[in-house]
């Protein structure tokens, strides 16, 4: 409309003027992006490759590289070994293996190529909701609180990396429907899936975009309708089989829910805030939007309900297919050697077991006054005016400010100022969700048109922080804190009147405390308090990569590694329980199937490992006195060790004994 005016009024030569200069003006926007975009990837590379080597929690490395060894050396996960996870990350750490060398930097080197291609999705969403310069400020903010903090190459950040380009592709496909998008989200889905079952979870928060799109289109037509005068008059719910299956759906998927988390939830108020209340918030939203929307539509009965069907269908078919694609592509290894039985039967079994062995409850739920403060603080921005205005976000600002730096001094009432910004973010999900839902919930029509991006980013990070279940270290936050922000970035931006300043001096203090407060204490005291860098010391084999670690760890495996290695010769060794590391790093194979001895009950049969002890092969055993996971050797079997391995010596929390 505008160029047809335009060609009307004005001269040829304006018109090729004004034509210029607005091409003069996308193009600069669009250099001003990229440039933005370059500086921001620069940054995000050299920050993490200076933080890829760093660190090692043993029993982590260990599983990932002697898997990977496996497959590399022809094995196949689940049949052959007992996979830790789906399988799927185990075959690309064994290419990266394959690439760069059999050792534990050789898959943080494919970790890097995946987070490096992270980072522009990661910006192009960001940039969906604020300027480019801020998006690049939130890309960095990012940056900070996720892989820097632990590079090992855990199946968590793919789940993250994956559920990311899938957000990306459908916000792509809101802007321009195509299903090229929707198969294309379904493709992140189905290999994040094969990274960590978790990538299920990212598939759920979808299929709830999908039904709250489906509510907007509805509404849509019933708009149209309504400016017809083609409105008509009947019950309550215009289409009732389409509501009765929402309404079910949503039933079965908080009972599931519930099922899964109740039991070890404790009755606990934190746990039920962290999840079970975002999820159950958005079911709300589906559940408060269908009320509204069923009464409005303009067909009745059957005729309505099959067109709604059919809409979300359309969306969830081609998702479905892009889902299925890479698990076909996995499976067809397993369907050759007719061993679809053993993957299922592990990857079931393992479920109960890991939940079983890893619970650890998050933070008191008392924790959470810093994010409220922080909330109502940024309401109470856009709620006053003038002078007073003004004093509030000073004084905030400077209350936060302050905490920032109180929290580098350990000392200040025993790390009370640390805790206080940790839980500040790590509140934040559940906070955030109810905050969108009460939007989603109070939105017109074309209001609730326009927040699909938002509900889209609330549903998959509310599914996702479902990492942080049954074991919430602080790590895991840092798994979806990524998402965590891209959903603030959401849901600042219909309130424009909301202290921009503020909100600038949260972005900078909690780059700061991350990057020079919380990081250089690696995961083991991550979220608990801030310690000095020690991750400076080096493993003496060729196969730990050049990782750097702890002294303590240095020492332990430096004494280890060539002590192993003397006494064992051309024999073979046996290690238990919980071992993966001390077989990979030795270079010796593990004479069982065992990663995790706790994921096979059979591994704890005294006959086998005792069995096993007396072959002469076996030349050297290591006992991890102090396993991470798995309960300690039986008394008989250690007796019989001592027997038949009579010499020994200890190293750290391992009793290396040899004939």
């Avoid at 073979?572 to 199937?593: H, K, Q, R």
Wanted: hydrophobic share 55%; glycine share 8%.
């Amino acid at each position: 409309m505008a160029s047809k005016v335009e060609e009307t009024i004005a001269p040829a030569s304006v018109r090729g003027s004004l034509r210029s200069r607005i091409f003069s003006a996308t193009n600069g926007k669009f250099l001003r992006w990229f440039a933005v975009l370059l500086v921001v990837w620069a940054f995000s590379a050299i920050y993490e490759g200076t933080h890829l080597k760093r660190g090692f929690v043993p029993w982590d490395a260990g599983a990932y590289a002697e898997s990977a060894a496996r497959v590399l050396h022809g094995q196949l996960p689940h049949r052959d070994f007992v996979e830790v996870y789906t399988g799927g990350l185990t075959y690309l750490n064994a290419a990266a293996m394959r690439v760069f060398g059999e050792s534990l930097a050789s898959e943080r080197m494919m970790l890097f190529a995946f987070f490096l291609a992270w980072i522009p999705a990661l910006y192009w969403i960001a940039s969906q909701f604020c300027r480019d310069w801020q998006a690049g400020a939130l890309v960095a903010l990012a940056v900070a609180w996720s892989v820097p903090n632990y590079s090992e190459a855990v199946p968590s950040w793919y789940n993250l990396f994956f559920a990311t380009f899938g957000i990306a592709a459908l916000l792509a496909y809101i802007k321009r429907p195509a299903w090229k998008w929707l198969l294309l989200a379904g493709i992140c889905g189905g290999a994040s899936f094969l990274a960590k079952s978790l990538g299920l979870c990212y598939v759920a928060g979808v299929l709830l975009f999908f039904l709250f799109r489906e509510q907007c289109i509805a509404r849509g037509d019933a708009a149209s309708a309504e400016s017809a005068a083609e409105v008509c008059v009947g019950p309550r719910f215009a289409t009732p089989v389409y509501t009765i299956f929402l309404f079910a759906a949503l039933a079965i998927f908080m009972g599931l829910l519930v099922r899964v988390v109740a039991p070890l939830i404790g009755g606990g108020a934190g746990e039920f805030v962290l999840f079970v209340l975002p999820e159950a918030a958005l079911c709300v939203a589906l559940a408060w939007t269908e009320w509204e929307t069923a009464g409005r539509l303009p067909m009745r009965g059957k005729r309505g309900s099959v067109r709604r069907f059919a809409e979300l269908l359309r969306m969830a078919i081609p998702f479905s297919i892009g889902v299925i694609l890479p698990i076909v592509v996995f499976l067809t290894p397993y369907i050759r050697a007719h061993a679809i039985g053993a993957l299922l039967g592990d990857l079931l079994s393992q479920a109960s077991m890991r939940i079983a062995a890893a619970h650890k409850i998050p933070y008191e739920i008392d924790t959470i006054i810093p994010v409220i403060a922080i909330v109502v603080a940024a309401i109470l921005s856009a709620r006053l005016r003038g002078r007073a205005r003004w004093i509030f976000i000073l004084c905030f600002t400077g209350v936060f400010v302050a905490g920032v730096v109180l929290g580098f001094d350990m000392r200040f009432y025993h790390g009370a100022a640390y805790i206080a910004v940790w839980s500040a973010a790590y509140w934040l999900v559940p906070l955030l969700v109810i905050t969108g839902v009460v939007i989603v919930i109070r939105a017109g029509q074309s209001g609730l048109t326009a927040h699909q991006p938002l509900f889209l980013l609330l549903a998959v990070t509310a599914l996702c922080s479902l990492v942080e279940f049954p074991y919430s270290a602080p790590i895991y936050f840092c798994y979806i804190a990524p998402l965590v922000i891209l959903c603030g970035a959401a849901l600042v931006q219909p309130f424009p009147r909301i202290s921009r300043e503020m909100l600038a001096a949260f972005v900078v203090g909690f780059f700061i405390f991350m990057v020079f407060a919380a990081t250089p204490g690696f995961i083991y005291v991550l979220g608990f308090g801030r310690r000095p860098e020690v991750q400076r010391y080096a493993i003496q084999t060729a196969r730990a990569g050049g990782l750097r670690v702890d002294p303590e760890s240095a020492s332990v495996y430096n004494a280890l590694i060539p002590l192993v290695r003397a006494h064992a010769g051309t024999g073979d060794i046996y290690g238990a329980p919980d071992c993966p590391e001390v077989y990979f790093l030795t270079g010796y194979p593990n004479l069982t199937p065992d990663i995790y001895d706790f994921l096979r009950p059979q591994s704890g049969d005294t006959r086998k490992i005792l069995a096993l002890v007396a072959n002469p092969r076996v030349r050297v055993v290591v006992v991890n006195t102090d396993p991470p996971l798995s309960p300690p050797l039986p008394r008989e079997v250690m007796t019989e060790i001592a027997r038949e391995f009579p010499q020994g010596e200890m190293a750290g929390g391992f009793e290396i004994r040899w004939r």
